[in-house]
């Protein structure tokens, strides 16, 4: 059976809650240019650069005739975003639905995907401490939200840090919402279902149990954390601990944050902010589900990690400045002739 056919069997011209922003395979191509820039690939196919009526950036997400994702997430991903909007979500702007062309139509992030920026695959810039914890405070509110803000509330299901996406600011927004799951009624804790996701991301609870709930979520949060404070795979081989989680467990029993923290970073960060985030982040990927906070405890904790980050280098600058002044001020008052 061909996609095409797969979908059919459940698609029908009420699937969708608006036509209003429905696009024909036609104006995707002309967006697009004729699909002349890629901006990436994931799971789902080929992420194309283009523009809305002339002036408006974004970024088209094609489905490739090939992706073991197909229609139902596709499906899944119109429907939520058309219904959901946070300022650290990445809004929809349209959708192609025509034969087998399926296509996503995206607010185009200009700063690419965290991931990227760790990797210092974006020019070779390093994100400061400060930066790491504004876009981790940014990605846990959007997280917030769809746990707690959403009726019914929904599960991610694929947090990780590709799919954490940076516009011109740097403000980050939660992306790709294809195996994102709600609960449909408020009485319910858990929804059975078949494991999806990242394998280094994924529940551990999740996986042995099938029971899907926000603490999913929530693990796969703490994993992202850990790769912002330290800039290491999840998984390594070669070090002598391989897990990531197991690995700071053993560093933090020796007090050892040196060799914890990003060394690109040059200890250029407030220690304690830093022991705080850590700690955030570990409870986060807690083996029991009940033992990691909810994502409103997380978000709060992450908010004072960044006031203590920012307060230092206010004073910094502040020392600074009055050095600064100290210096002009002798300069100035050295040519000054004095008065006879």
């Given at each position: 059976?061909?996609?095409?056919?797969?979908?059919?069997?459940?698609?029908?011209?009420?699937?969708?809650?608006?036509?209003?922003?429905?696009?024909t395979?036609?104006?995707?191509?002309?967006?697009?240019?004729?699909?002349?820039?890629?901006?990436?690939e994931g799971g789902?196919g080929?992420?194309y650069?283009?523009?809305?009526?002339?002036?408006?950036?974004?970024a088209?997400?094609?489905?490739?005739q090939?992706?073991?994702?197909?229609?139902?997430?596709?499906?899944?991903?119109?429907?939520?975003l058309?219904?959901?909007h946070?300022?650290?979500?990445?809004?929809?702007?349209g959708?192609?639905?025509?034969?087998?062309?399926?296509?996503?139509?995206?607010?185009?992030?200009?700063?690419?995907?965290?991931?990227?920026h760790?990797?210092?695959k974006r020019?070779?810039?390093?994100?400061?401490?400060?930066?790491?914890?504004?876009i981790?405070?940014?990605?846990?509110?959007?997280?917030?939200?769809?746990h707690?803000?959403c009726?019914?509330?929904?599960?991610?299901?694929?947090?990780?840090?590709?799919?954490?996406?940076?516009?011109?600011?740097f403000?980050a927004?939660?992306?790709?919402?294809?195996?994102?799951?709600?609960?449909?009624?408020?009485?319910?804790s858990?929804?059975s279902?078949?494991?999806?996701?990242?394998?280094?991301?994924?529940?551990p609870?999740?996986y042995?149990?099938?029971?899907?709930?926000?603490?999913?979520?929530?693990?796969?949060?703490?994993?992202v954390?850990?790769?912002?404070?330290?800039?290491?795979?999840?998984?390594?081989?070669s070090?002598e601990?391989?897990?990531?989680?197991?690995?700071?467990s053993?560093?933090?029993?020796k007090g050892?944050?040196?060799?914890?923290m990003?060394p690109?970073l040059?200890q250029?960060?407030?220690?304690?902010?830093?022991?705080?985030?850590?700690e955030?982040?570990?409870?986060?990927?807690?083996?029991?589900?009940?033992?990691?906070?909810?994502?409103s405890?997380?978000?709060?904790?992450?908010?004072?990690?960044?006031i203590?980050?920012?307060?230092?280098?206010?004073e910094?600058?502040?020392?600074?400045?009055?050095?600064?002044?100290?210096?002009s001020?002798?300069?100035?008052?050295?040519?000054?002739?004095?008065?006879?």
């Amino acid at each position: 059976m061909t996609l095409a056919d797969a979908g059919k069997t459940n698609r029908s011209e009420s699937s969708f809650q608006t036509k209003k922003i429905r696009f024909t395979y036609s104006e995707v191509q002309e967006m697009t240019n004729n699909f002349e820039r890629a901006l990436g690939e994931g799971g789902f196919g080929v992420v194309y650069h283009g523009f809305v009526n002339g002036t408006q950036q974004v970024a088209v997400k094609l489905l490739s005739q090939s992706s073991s994702q197909g229609y139902k997430h596709f499906k899944a991903e119109v429907e939520l975003l058309m219904r959901v909007h946070h300022i650290n979500l990445v809004s929809l702007v349209g959708y192609c639905d025509e034969g087998n062309h399926l296509a996503l139509i995206y607010e185009y992030m200009p700063n690419g995907d965290l991931k990227h920026h760790l990797l210092g695959k974006r020019g070779g810039f390093v994100l400061s401490w400060e930066s790491r914890l504004k876009i981790a405070v940014d990605a846990a509110i959007g997280l917030e939200y769809l746990h707690t803000g959403c009726k019914p509330p929904m599960v991610h299901r694929d947090i990780k840090t590709t799919n954490i996406l940076l516009d011109e600011h740097f403000q980050a927004k939660l992306a790709d919402f294809g195996l994102s799951r709600s609960f449909s009624d408020g009485s319910e804790s858990y929804v059975s279902t078949v494991v999806a996701g990242t394998p280094g991301y994924l529940d551990p609870e999740y996986y042995q149990t099938n029971w899907l709930t926000e603490k999913s979520d929530i693990y796969s949060f703490g994993i992202v954390l850990l790769e912002i404070i330290t800039n290491r795979p999840i998984i390594q081989q070669s070090r002598e601990i391989s897990h990531l989680v197991e690995w700071i467990s053993f560093m933090i029993t020796k007090g050892d944050l040196r060799n914890i923290m990003d060394p690109n970073l040059h200890q250029n960060y407030d220690n304690s902010s830093v022991w705080k985030a850590i700690e955030i982040a570990m409870s986060c990927v807690s083996p029991s589900s009940t033992r990691r906070p909810n994502m409103s405890r997380v978000a709060n904790d992450l908010k004072e990690c960044l006031i203590s980050e920012s307060s230092r280098i206010g004073e910094g600058r502040e020392r600074e400045s009055k050095s600064s002044m100290e210096f002009s001020v002798g300069i100035f008052t050295d040519v000054i002739p004095k008065a006879r």
